[in-house]
């Protein structure tokens, strides 16, 4: 046989085998409509992070006893697709995300909800939270800390501000590009990025020259990749998606100076999770003026045997605040204990899904 003939045969293969995929795609959308339903009768939330982790679980245990050759990052990558696709043929709703368009928060959006749905660009994370506690929206994406530059103090103060729901957090790696339309970086006279791109990449502009440039801080990356469009001999440090948007060449990809630089992102809306089986926490909490308070509530975890994972201080209307987190599910009987006792010093903000102990 020869090759041409081999090929087509293979490619008739692959045609019927997609063939029965959209068949199997379109009977399980069939039933996703009678979940939803079932739901709209019942009130049950349309997104369960906990329900997809376990599809997600028990397909990648399968794919493994099957010795199949996709592992279980291009399982999540093909099935969170098909899962926002089910959402919003359930129930179209909105994302409100901290913009603008391209940033690295519609990226982290986009990861959980897909390419269908609606996005909405908050100009403020206060904004994505009014949007989200007001009807506008049913979900807020917002960052909550950088592995480079730690906690968001604003994500903090709509959290003590708002009373939503954290149902799942994404983690983001973050990769910078040089993107423009010069065909030599010595003609580059001006460099637009956000201020912390710009520090975030000093190694690389130092190595090259470019420090000597005119950096000119701008309110996003995505902004920056617009504005080199407008202009001449200027450069744009920017996301690879802010640059593919605007078609602007890429001179360097990840010119970021430590390569494990990483965004958790946190998704919020007015509902609360089921448990999972491997669950995180997060609290607010206000402890009284007391010598030894902090130590005597610290305590009380510890006894209970719940790690914690994230203690962090903060100053919410001139309280002292802490934002803490666990593994565990506020439904434990051990976590209820703590909750029960400190009633009136604890904010309760979500248990999810935990995707890592830490960025």
Same mark, same amino acid.
Not at 111 to 139: C, H, T
């Given at each position: 046989?020869?090759?041409?003939?081999?090929?087509?045969?293979?490619?008739?293969?692959?045609?019927?085998?997609?063939?029965?995929?959209?068949?199997?795609?379109?009977?399980?959308?069939?039933?996703?409509?009678?979940?939803?339903?079932?739901?709209?009768?019942?009130?049950?939330?349309?997104?369960?992070?906990?329900?997809?982790?376990?599809?997600?679980?028990?397909?990648?245990?399968?794919?493994?006893?099957?010795?199949?050759?996709?592992?279980?990052?291009?399982?999540?990558?093909?099935?969170?697709?098909?899962?926002?696709?089910?959402?919003?043929?359930?129930?179209?709703?909105?994302? $409100?995300?901290?913009?603008?368009?391209?940033?690295?928060?519609?990226?982290?959006?986009?990861?959980?909800?897909?390419?269908?749905?609606?996005?909405?660009?908050?100009?403020?994370?206060?904004?994505?939270?009014?949007?989200? $506690?007001?009807?506008?929206?049913?979900?807020?994406?917002?960052?909550?800390?950088?592995?480079?530059?730690?906690?968001?103090?604003?994500?903090?103060?709509?959290?003590?501000?708002?009373?939503?729901?954290?149902?799942?957090?994404?983690?983001?790696?973050?990769?910078?590009?040089?993107?423009?339309?010069?065909?030599?970086?010595?003609?580059?006279?001006?460099?637009?990025?956000?201020?912390?791109?710009?520090?975030?990449?000093?190694?690389?502009?130092?190595?090259?020259?470019?420090?000597?440039?005119?950096?000119?801080?701008?309110?996003?990356?995505?902004?920056?990749?617009?504005?080199?469009?407008?202009?001449?001999?200027?450069?744009?440090?920017?996301?690879?998606?802010?640059?593919?948007?605007?078609?602007?060449?890429?001179?360097?990809?990840?010119?970021?100076?430590?390569?494990?630089?990483?965004?958790?992102?946190?998704?919020?809306?007015?509902?609360?999770?089921?448990?999972?089986?491997?669950?995180?926490?997060?609290?607010?909490?206000?402890?009284?003026?007391?010598?030894?308070?902090?130590?005597?509530?610290?305590?009380?975890?510890?006894?209970?045997?719940?790690?914690?994972?994230?203690?962090?201080?903060?100053?919410?209307?001139?309280?002292?605040?802490?934002?803490?987190?666990?593994?565990?599910?506020?439904?434990?009987?051990?976590?209820?204990?703590?909750?029960?006792?400190?009633?009136?010093?604890?904010?309760?903000?979500?248990?999810?899904?935990?995707?890592?102990?830490?960025?």
């Amino acid at each position: 046989m020869n090759e041409a003939v081999e090929l087509k045969k293979l490619r008739d293969t692959l045609d019927s085998i997609d063939d029965e995929v959209l068949t199997l795609l379109n009977k399980r959308m069939e039933t996703v409509h009678k979940v939803g339903e079932l739901k709209a009768q019942s009130g049950g939330a349309i997104y369960r992070p906990e329900r997809e982790k376990s599809i997600i679980d028990r397909l990648y245990t399968q794919s493994q006893a099957s010795n199949g050759s996709l592992n279980r990052a291009a399982i999540e990558a093909l099935f969170l697709e098909i899962f926002a696709i089910s959402r919003n043929l359930e129930l179209p709703e909105n994302i $409100a995300y901290l913009g603008p368009e391209g940033s690295f928060t519609h990226q982290a959006a986009e990861s959980r909800f897909g390419a269908m749905s609606a996005y909405l660009p908050i100009a403020s994370i206060k904004g994505v939270f009014r949007e989200v $506690a007001n009807g506008k929206a049913k979900f807020g994406v917002v960052p909550i800390e950088n592995s480079s530059n730690g906690i968001v103090s604003d994500t903090i103060q709509c959290f003590a501000d708002y009373d939503l729901k954290i149902i799942t957090e994404v983690i983001v790696d973050i990769h910078h590009t040089l993107a423009s339309q010069v065909d030599n970086i010595k003609d580059i006279k001006k460099i637009y990025s956000k201020d912390i791109a710009i520090e975030q990449c000093r190694k690389f502009l130092v190595d090259l020259g470019l420090d000597e440039c005119e950096l000119i801080p701008v309110e996003s990356t995505a902004k920056a990749a617009k504005l080199v469009t407008q202009e001449k001999n200027c450069a744009a440090i920017c996301s690879h998606v802010a640059a593919k948007m605007y078609n602007l060449p890429i001179l360097f990809e990840n010119i970021e100076d430590k390569g494990n630089n990483r965004t958790r992102f946190l998704i919020v809306s007015n509902f609360e999770n089921g448990k999972s089986g491997d669950d995180k926490t997060s609290i607010l909490v206000q402890l009284s003026n007391e010598a030894g308070s902090l130590v005597t509530f610290l305590n009380d975890f510890d006894k209970a045997n719940i790690n914690l994972t994230k203690i962090k201080s903060h100053i919410v209307e001139g309280i002292s605040t802490f934002f803490i987190e666990f593994n565990a599910h506020k439904d434990e009987s051990k976590v209820r204990d703590i909750f029960e006792k400190y009633n009136k010093e604890i904010k309760f903000l979500g248990s999810y899904v935990r995707e890592s102990d830490d960025i």
